[in-house]
């Protein structure tokens, strides 16, 4: 009988090598899969001898995960808010002929061009030109402005779908989790892919993923609005369709965030902020129309000082010769009276350093923003390569396959000793 | 304890760290090609205000150069034009003074020739045209004063009543000074030429005209001489005038110089602005260059630096992609 039970013994080591060999190949397999995490036989002695699999064991570690997942979402919000303000940046242009100052001072040398031979023409029609660049590169940046906005609502709009439809899938997946899990089935691989759901909505909202038992889990953001339990919320946005300026939550233009048709506050206690999500709502709402209303008190500026003389107002443009000789002459003057347009240019005084103001209040906050974006893509940088550490190392995988090589080895041994000890017995 | 670590940790710190050293050598490439900072904001801290100011600044000493070179080109032209009315005036005073000159009728005619010679030439001088605009129109384009022959004519009617040379020459002052004789007859500039803004806080006024007093006496006496030479007055009377034209001319000699002196005043202020605002321009880009210059030699040790680490980043990665244990199994 023992030698039997040697056989069987022997049997059960060689099954264990093989489901072992398979875990090793799956795990190598998956070296490169994001958010795979490393699975291991958990073995344990038979009753009746030998060795059995008691179950697979996915290594994560939550805690871990769980703050990735919040240093992500912070990085992604200052990710957004730093390339906007950049943009923004960038629009009106550091220095150079290109940027606003530059326009500005490109329209002084014009009018000091002209004022110093008003006779010509051609110099009157450069002040027309230098002015219409100047409006025009003001209304670039008030559409680079708006059209960031846009981008922010597109954002925001597709950001609710996505976490939407992963709340669904979630939601599905917990339930798939329990019955597999019930039926002692392998959930390694829906564990996994929920986990890489809670990662696409994480980028989003800073979530916290509560352990519910049974391997289920609930999801809340990080202030404590309640996302998943048992039942998937519902985020609700309306997506305006084209953002002008003076558009905003305030004038019912634009649509807040909702949870389950109730408002869902973007900073605060029960709230969704912290993540890109709320940064999108963030350029959208804040940041853009502060950069707008800055760039609205310039122009206002330079057309108050232009009042009167036509150069932004078109007059000008069809007859450049009024900017010399005044809105209510009949035709063209002597040709040598300069005094409006000196008058012009001493009204000039302080508009380049108030176009350098639109500027620095850009600049002043993207350098901010990127130097914090900087520190919480670093963050979240540390905080993923010790996630990565916990994945799979082939060498590792590899020492195993060897003991696995050796174990099976050494069981197929046994059960060739103990064919020959039959072998022997029947021999006799 | 670790016992593993994950294949993509390291492949992930290997990549972040490539991407930033990368990132870190192209910014320190273009600050060394351009000897400027690559990113001025982040350089300023975000406080554009000092370099706006400068930009706005040398762009402002930049256009103010043209000015600056009009209002020279203009004030030049004009002076030249007067020293070569002073001149010829000179020149005529001393034929008109000389007895042997203007005491013979022969001598007188070639005299009162030269006169109307001279006269013509005036009217031509007065009315040059520098790059475009008048010298003495005021805010006028057109030229300053009408052909020789208009007003010689009108002088003619003027002074067609005249027997003795005092009427004559009274004659001639009233036309002169009449609203209604040069001023509309042979004047057809306007006004007078704003100043010229040739700095942000200077202007410089460059306003003489064909209607200022000391060029319409300077007017007076050539065109009496001018008069002469078309047989104005006859026996006595004429050398009596021609003796009065070489008077005019001199008592006219002490209002060119001062009308001279007024532009030469004006020159040295456009010259005195023109220096200080080359000066500027250098001190300015200077201070500009300070705010956003790379220190070359600090740029060239990090990029030195970087280019070392990024080498060593990749001996790593080759090195630890040939650790593996399945190549040795």
């Given at each position: 009988m023992s030698l039997t039970a040697a056989l069987s013994i022997a049997r059960s080591g060689l099954t264990v090598s093989s489901r072992a060999a398979e875990m090793t190949s799956q795990n190598v397999a998956n070296a490169l899969t994001e958010g795979y995490g490393l699975r291991e036989l958990a073995l344990s002695s038979r009753m009746t001898g030998g060795v059995a699999v008691t179950g697979v064991t996915r290594f994560a570690d939550r805690a871990l995960i769980g703050d990735r997942r919040i240093a992500d979402a912070g990085a992604a919000a200052d990710g957004s808010v730093a390339a906007f303000l950049s943009k923004i940046e960038k629009s009106i242009g550091t220095t150079g002929a290109g940027s606003l100052g530059g326009m500005v001072s490109g329209l002084e040398t014009a009018l000091i061009d002209a004022a110093s031979q008003p006779q010509s023409d051609a110099r009157l029609a450069a002040v027309v030109s230098a002015g219409g660049a100047l409006a025009g590169h003001v209304r670039g940046i008030t559409d680079q402005t708006q059209g960031a906005r846009q981008d922010a609502e597109t954002g925001i709009a597709s950001a609710v779908d996505e976490i939407n439809a992963a709340l669904k899938q979630l939601e599905d997946l917990n339930a798939r989790i329990a019955v597999d899990g019930s039926q002692g089935r392998d959930v390694g691989a829906l564990l996994d892919q929920r986990q890489q759901t809670v990662d696409r909505i994480a980028q989003h909202v800073p979530l916290r993923e509560i352990d519910r038992g049974n391997g289920q889990i609930a999801l809340m953001t990080k202030d404590g609005a309640m996302l998943l339990d048992g039942k998937a919320a519902q985020l609700g946005f309306q997506k305006a369709g084209v953002i002008v300026p003076g558009m905003s939550v305030e004038s019912g233009a634009l649509s807040g965030l909702t949870l389950n048709g109730q408002p869902l506050p973007l900073s605060g206690a029960g709230g969704a902020g912290g993540g890109n999500l709320a940064a999108q709502f963030a350029i959208r709402d804040t940041l853009a129309p502060e950069a707008q209303a800055a760039l609205d008190t310039f122009d206002a500026d330079l057309r108050a000082r232009f009042a009167g003389t036509g150069l932004f107002t078109g007059e000008a443009a069809a007859e450049p010769w009024r900017l010399r000789d005044g809105l209510d002459a009949a035709a063209p003057g002597a040709g040598g009276d300069a005094s409006r347009l000196n008058g012009m240019l001493s009204g000039m005084a302080g508009l380049s350093a108030a176009a350098t103001e639109v500027l620095s209040g850009v600049s002043t906050k993207r350098v901010t923003a990127e130097a914090a974006a900087a520190f919480s893509t670093a963050r979240a940088d540390t905080l993923r390569v010790a996630e990565l550490q916990g994945g799979v190392d082939t060498d590792t995988e590899m020492q195993k396959l060897l003991m696995i090589e050796q174990a099976y080895a050494a069981n197929a041994k046994v059960i060739q000793t103990v064919d020959a000890m039959m072998q022997a017995l029947l021999g006799i | 304890m670790t016992i593993s670590l994950g294949d993509m940790a390291q492949s992930f710190a290997l990549r972040r760290q490539g991407g930033a050293l990368k990132a870190e050598q192209q910014r320190l490439g273009s600050e060394m090609t351009t000897g400027l900072v690559a990113d001025t904001g982040k350089h300023l801290r975000g406080g554009f205000s000092g370099i706006g100011a400068i930009d706005a600044s040398l762009s402002r000493l930049e256009a103010y150069r043209g000015a600056l070179a009009s209002a020279t080109m203009l004030a030049e032209g004009a002076q030249s034009v007067l020293s070569s009315l002073t001149e010829m005036s000179d020149d005529l005073a001393t034929l008109f003074s000389d007895p042997a000159m203007s005491g013979t009728a022969a001598g007188l005619n070639g005299a009162a020739a030269d006169a109307g010679q001279r006269f013509r030439s005036a009217i031509g001088l007065l009315n040059t045209n520098v790059g475009g605009q008048q010298l003495f129109s005021g805010a006028a384009t057109g030229p300053a004063l009408v052909d020789a022959e208009t007003i010689l004519v009108a002088l003619e009617g003027a002074t067609?009543?005249?027997?003795t040379a005092a009427e004559f020459e009274a004659a001639v002052a009233t036309w002169f000074d009449d609203p209604a004789g040069y001023a509309t007859v042979a004047w057809q500039g306007e006004g007078a030429r704003a100043p010229s803004a040739i700095g942000a806080r200077e202007s410089v006024a460059l306003d003489i005209t064909a209607m200022d007093p000391a060029i319409r006496d300077t007017l007076k006496a050539l065109s009496m001489g001018a008069l002469l030479d078309r047989g104005a007055l006859d026996g006595a009377a004429r050398s009596a005038l021609g003796e009065r034209v070489g008077a005019a001319l001199i008592a006219g000699k002490d209002g060119r110089i001062d009308l001279q002196t007024r532009l030469g005043s004006a020159e040295a202020r456009i010259a005195q602005v023109q220096t200080r605002s080359e000066a500027e321009r250098t001190a300015l880009g200077i201070a500009r260059n300070d705010m956003v210059a790379a220190d070359p030699y600090e740029t060239a040790v990090r990029f030195e630096a970087v280019s070392s680490q990024i080498e060593t980043l990749h001996a790593v990665t080759a090195r630890l992609s040939k650790l593996s244990l399945v190549d040795f199994l």
């Open positions: - | 067609a009543g005249a027997a």
